[in-house]
């Protein structure tokens, strides 16, 4: 009958017109952040605003490259003739290593693309490599950055260069179109806290005496 009331609408279609006040939020801020980094990739393609500065910025990518980090530590490992330089680099080694690891699984969980205007040209890229959250290159960043102030004695100049390495790696990842400004960010407090963890699991000759054997 034309009386009737009409049917109540299914829950979630009463979900999907109403949507949530964080829900809202988190997609604004999404559009923003690849509205912002599409922007920002002056240097994704030779064509770009900045391309001519695209060969600086991608031999910027390389010294934050997890191989040449692992390939230097490693090989300084080797030729160590100190016990206390050993330690440090064991420690190195034991965080790069561990942030591969960490990077790697949280790309397989998150699976984030990486930005449509991102040129698959990169050096040395693994499986995982096609996604984009976090940006491993800012996470080495500023896990090297932490540990290099924390046990190198470095003048203030040093230490003031090493801090703009660390910068300039996670900005050349937006403005090479790499990553979009979260998979950076996310990646900056990622290798920050990732530190922390490093030196609570500091190796020793007391704490792991059959590594250090082995050196």
Not at 164 to 174: C, D, E, G, H, K
Request: glycine share 6%; proline share 6%; with cysteine.
């Amino acid at each position: 009958p034309g009386s009737s009331a009409a049917a109540p609408l299914p829950e979630e279609d009463c979900m999907k017109l109403n949507p949530s006040f964080l829900g809202i939020a988190l997609s604004s801020l999404l559009a923003i952040d690849l509205w912002a980094s599409k922007r920002l990739g002056v240097c994704a393609g030779e064509g770009s605003a900045w391309g001519s500065a695209r060969p600086l910025m991608k031999v910027i990518e390389i010294s934050g490259h997890g191989i040449p980090w692992l390939l230097g530590t490693f090989y300084g490992l080797c030729q160590s003739d100190s016990s206390a330089a050993r330690e440090v680099l064991l420690n190195l080694l034991f965080a790069l290593l561990l942030d591969l690891v960490l990077v790697a699984v949280v790309k397989g969980l998150v699976k984030r693309p990486r930005p449509t205007h991102n040129k698959m040209d990169m050096f040395v890229t693994i499986s995982v490599d096609k996604y984009s959250f976090p940006s491993g290159h800012a996470t080495r960043a500023a896990l090297v950055c932490r540990f290099i102030l924390r046990h190198l004695v470095l003048a203030v100049p040093l230490r003031v260069l090493v801090v703009l390495w660390a910068l300039i790696v996670s900005i050349s990842r937006v403005m090479l179109g790499r990553h979009n400004m979260t998979d950076v960010l996310f990646g900056l407090l990622l290798g920050y806290a990732l530190y922390s963890v490093v030196e609570h699991c500091w190796l020793s000759p007391l704490s792991a005496p059959a590594l250090f054997a082995l050196w």
